[in-house]
């Protein structure tokens, strides 16, 4: 049985290592991430309103996700001030890629969640495949009240299969010849295929 003093000091070790813990700088989904492959089928039968006009399709899909997420909220250093962040993250090929987020000096971090991996026309991701190191920079109307760097990981995953092939229906016979967006929506469905 813990005495007083020992109870005290235990508690006091939680507590050091809790604050330790929240004054971490970085992404709030931590410093390592897993990259992982995800396949499987899909069925499409797509019928035009008002023409009779239908197709059937199946296609085999593939795609990539984050975990723990796609998105997450960069966490900095308690008690400073800002309004802005620019985070630049050197990548191992040498390449890098810069994000500016709005910052919420009240939360400490990011206003939103930053995009570490989704790929759009409009959008890029922050991070790659292996080391990445994130350079930040905060700032409060354009001065510049902290900066430091991190490390984050990206590692390949084994790929998913999802066991079942899943039907779905189109409105849009364009769907038929190009799948859409029902790749997505069908991994969506298998939770990602655990």
Same mark, same amino acid.
Request: with cysteine; glycine share 12%; hydrophobic share 35%.
């Given at each position: 049985m813990l005495s007083h003093c020992g109870r005290f000091l235990t508690l006091a070790s939680s507590l050091f290592l809790l604050g330790a813990a929240e004054a971490r700088v970085g992404f709030s989904g931590g410093e390592v991430f897993q990259a992982v492959g995800l396949e499987g089928e899909i069925s499409l039968t797509c019928q035009e309103p008002g023409t009779g006009r239908m197709e059937h399709s199946q296609f085999r899909c593939s795609g990539e996700i984050l975990e723990p997420g796609e998105f997450s909220w960069f966490v900095g250093p308690r008690g400073v001030a800002g309004d802005a962040v620019e985070l630049v993250a050197q990548h191992e090929d040498g390449s890098s890629r810069t994000k500016n987020e709005k910052y919420d000096e009240a939360a400490g971090r990011t206003s939103s969640a930053v995009n570490l991996w989704v790929w759009t026309l409009l959008q890029r991701p922050l991070l790659e495949v292996g080391k990445n190191a994130v350079s930040y920079r905060i700032t409060k109307s354009s001065r510049e009240t902290a900066s430091g760097q991190f490390e984050v990981r990206v590692?390949?995953?084994?790929? @998913?299969?999802? @066991?079942? @092939?899943r039907s779905y229906? /189109? /409105?849009?016979?364009?769907?038929?010849?190009? %799948? %859409? %967006?029902?790749? %997505?929506?069908?991994f969506a469905d298998e939770s990602y295929c655990p």
């Amino acid at each position: 049985m813990l005495s007083h003093c020992g109870r005290f000091l235990t508690l006091a070790s939680s507590l050091f290592l809790l604050g330790a813990a929240e004054a971490r700088v970085g992404f709030s989904g931590g410093e390592v991430f897993q990259a992982v492959g995800l396949e499987g089928e899909i069925s499409l039968t797509c019928q035009e309103p008002g023409t009779g006009r239908m197709e059937h399709s199946q296609f085999r899909c593939s795609g990539e996700i984050l975990e723990p997420g796609e998105f997450s909220w960069f966490v900095g250093p308690r008690g400073v001030a800002g309004d802005a962040v620019e985070l630049v993250a050197q990548h191992e090929d040498g390449s890098s890629r810069t994000k500016n987020e709005k910052y919420d000096e009240a939360a400490g971090r990011t206003s939103s969640a930053v995009n570490l991996w989704v790929w759009t026309l409009l959008q890029r991701p922050l991070l790659e495949v292996g080391k990445n190191a994130v350079s930040y920079r905060i700032t409060k109307s354009s001065r510049e009240t902290a900066s430091g760097q991190f490390e984050v990981r990206v590692e390949r995953a084994p790929t @998913r299969t999802c @066991r079942f @092939r899943r039907s779905y229906f /189109s /409105s849009n016979v364009q769907d038929c010849q190009t %799948g %859409g %967006g029902w790749c %997505g929506q069908y991994f969506a469905d298998e939770s990602y295929c655990p």
